[in-house]
């Protein structure tokens, strides 16, 4: 059994490592059947034919080739078994290192984000406290509510000649009241509606 890492990232790498690996040996799988199948229903003509590397640009058999297209303008041509294992490789490589890209990406988010919310010391509040009404509250006291507060707290109350400070939190509170409010309201809304 692996050992736990102590970090939600290496696990999530280790995920993606599972998940990439099983979805590239299924592809293995789909192309192995396809090329037997290629070989089993090839004529005898098919079957002798010289066949390109559309890679290393040698002659191979059809036995030899791993993705093959018989039917051209140019002649048969394909792709012999080593260029194909390199390119699989190379692309099962390309989507691990683009899918750890993108988990580390996603985790320096997180982190800005969680550096950001412990600099600015905000706390993470349901909406109902935020609205000041209970968590059943119905549609009409959610309103009330709101307006009440947007009346408080709208921008355009901070007095001119205010700091741009002071207008920017009035602002801040303001789309908070407002999340809060269309949060609570959506979740009363009935369906269909």
Known sequence: MPKRRANGIDML???VDSAVD???ERGSEFFGKLREQRVAQ???????????????RNTFSLADMEMVNPRTEIGPFGMC????SFVWQAGKEKVNFLAKKAAAARAAA????ARASAASGAVARKPWEILGVGQDASVDDIKKA???LAAQYHPDMVPPGSPAEEKEAA????????RAKDVMLKVRQAPGE
Not at 81 to 84: E, G, K, P, Q, V
Not at 110 to 113: G, S
Not at 171 to 178: L, Y
């Open 42 to 56: 090839a004529t005898p003509e098919q079957a002798k034919a010289a066949y390109v590397c559309a890679s290393c």
């Open 146 to 148: 709101y307006r009440r």
């Open 81 to 84: 078994r080593n260029c194909f």
């Open 110 to 113: 997180a982190a800005d984000a």
């Open 171 to 178: 602002r801040a509170k303001f789309e908070e009241i407002t």
């Open 22 to 24: 099983s979805l590239f």
């Open 13 to 15: 790498d280790d995920i």
